[in-house]
């Protein structure tokens, strides 16, 4: 076993099953189902900081409208 993480659910098994079972490299991960969690963690916070930003970005643009 590549790691000891139990990595079930995290990806449909089909899809889990198509990775390799190790990336090993330098600045790789051992592990593909650790590097995929850590890359769909990374996601999930770039989309909610985006998200942040636009609703600022919103309420800014209706700051200025409401002070025109």
Known sequence: MICNQDHDGDLPKSEFD???LSQRGRW????AGCAYELG???GEEAAYRLRER???LEQKLIDVQHAA
């Open 28 to 31: 790789r991960h051992i592990c």
């Open 18 to 20: 198509k990775l390799p």
């Open 40 to 42: 769909r963690l990374h």
């Open 54 to 56: 636009v609703r600022a």
